[in-house]
């Protein structure tokens, strides 16, 4: 090793604070964050969408959304409700609006070319807007890493975690009873869009210990290809 090499890493101080680890994004809310994509793709077990989310911080965000229910939920019709609506919260939040949901949907033949309708609509510079998003916990902990993680949001099953950017007057400050809500407020009393309920605050998505509680969801998680039920042709 060169003498350059060992001279820098001996120079090394205690309270360098470059050697401290980093760590993963932080639950709750982030504002001033950007899509950085939102990209259509046939997956391992099924069609689904690449969501990625880069924050002020500069760290990066992502998960997986499916686009077909899983064959075991028990209301198909609910579940792939609820992915639509997931689609239409997350492009409203870079400018689409209802008219443009509906005039792009109001001829489909089938829901896979429904969904299709709706993934068009992203604008070119999604990527240039501006959002304020909420992190939440993972449902089970990592089986490799023993502990879990935070994440984007899959579905609309806690509620709004993405709307277009609202300029604090001062700054957000979260507002907390727990088990019961989360709120946030700025300097002037006003709140932010996106709260979290009491429903949220018991659930698995308010908590970073594994409890073991949860039984998995059936609602949109991704099906494998061989159980996969759907006629439509992705």
Known sequence: MANENLKGIFGTKAEDKNLEAKGGVNFGLHTNATI????????QFGPQMIFKVKLKSGSETMTWIPLQPHQEAKDQEAEMMNIVATL???LKSVGCTDE???KATEQVSS????????????PK??????????????????????RKFTTLPKNMKGGQFIVPHVEPVGQWTEKRVEGEYIKFVDDANNEHPISKSASFMMSFR????????EKPVGGSSPASS???ATEDTW
């Open 36 to 43: 950085e994509q939102f990209e259509f793709e046939q997956g």
């Open 125 to 146: 510079d999604f990527n240039t807007k501006p959002v304020d998003v909420f992190i939440e916990w993972q449902q089970k902990a990592s089986e490799k890493a023993g």
């Open 88 to 90: 239409k919260h997350i």
């Open 100 to 102: 443009q949901f509906d």
């Open 111 to 122: 829901y896979s070319q429904g969904i299709k309708a709706l993934i068009a609509l992203l």
């Open 226 to 228: 061989k159980e996969a």
């Open 206 to 213: 308010a908590k970073e210990i594994d409890e073991n509680a």
